[in-house]
Nanobody, 123 residues
């Protein structure tokens, strides 16, 4: 049974940092595409960062380039999103999906989703 359990969300002041974790069970994350998506109130869910399963390429949305870093620890079967220099515009619920075949960083490419912790950047 595929399961993704997220942690690390919370409230941070603008300019601060947070690291989101997503622990996988029921499968070996190393062989899967991984991604981080977010959804702000009243907005559509959007891809923040993904690593493709086809060629291992990494995608970052323009809004987070240079501030966010996606990674995974195969030994811990866990993926991460390091978020630095957080802005109020980064406030959203963050999700960690995975899929064996995902190539692009879009919702329709991913079948398995974590529950989504809230990240709030506010003074």
């Amino acid at each position: 049974q595929v399961q993704l359990v997220e942690s690390g969300g919370g409230l941070v002041q603008p300019g601060g940092s947070l690291r989101l974790s997503c622990a996988a069970s029921g499968f070996t994350l190393e062989y899967y595409a991984i991604g981080w998506f977010r959804q702000a109130p009243g907005k559509e869910r959007e891809g923040v960062s993904c690593i493709s399963s086809s060629d291992g390429s990494t995608y970052y949305a323009d809004s987070v380039k240079g501030r966010f870093t996606i990674s995974r620890d195969n030994a811990k079967n866990t993926m991460y999103l390091q978020m630095n220099s957080l802005k109020p515009a980064d406030t959203a619920v963050y999700y960690c999906p995975t899929d064996f075949w995902a190539g692009r960083c879009v919702i329709t490419e991913y079948d398995y989703w974590g529950q989504g912790p809230q990240v709030t950047a506010s003074a």
